[in-house]
Nanobody, 122 residues
């Protein structure tokens, strides 16, 4: 059974940093493209970034470019989202996902975690 479990969310002030983790079981992240998405109240789920199985090959949405970084530790079967210079508009539930395509489209991902709340206070 595949499980993706996010952790590390919380409350942080504007300008602060958080690192959220996604631990996978039942699949090897080295065989999947891993994505991060977020959903704010009343808004649609949006792409944050993705990491290819080619080492250090990542993409991020324009809204977070230069502030958020995605990395993976295949030995720990874990993907990370490092978030710096956080803004109130970054407040959302953050989800990790695994899929067979390197894509910003949520429908291209087959497995999803339950999400972790990130709240940025002004």
């Amino acid at each position: 059974q595949v499980q993706l479990v996010e952790s590390g969310g919380g409350l942080v002030q504007t300008g602060g940093s958080l690192r959220v983790s996604c631990v996978a079981s039942g699949l090897s992240i080295s065989s999947y493209f891993m994505g991060w998405f977020r959903q704010a109240p009343g808004k649609e789920r949006e792409f944050v970034g993705a990491i290819h199985w080619i080492p250090r090959s990542t993409s991020t949405a324009n809204s977070v470019k230069g502030r958020f970084t995605i990395s993976r530790d295949n030995a720990k079967n874990t993907v990370y989202l490092q978030m710096n210079s956080l803004k109130p508009e970054d407040t959302a539930i953050y989800y990790c996902a695994a899929g067979g395509r390197y894509s910003p489209v949520s429908a291209d991902y087959d497995y999803w975690g339950q999400g972790t709340q990130v709240t940025v206070s002004s």
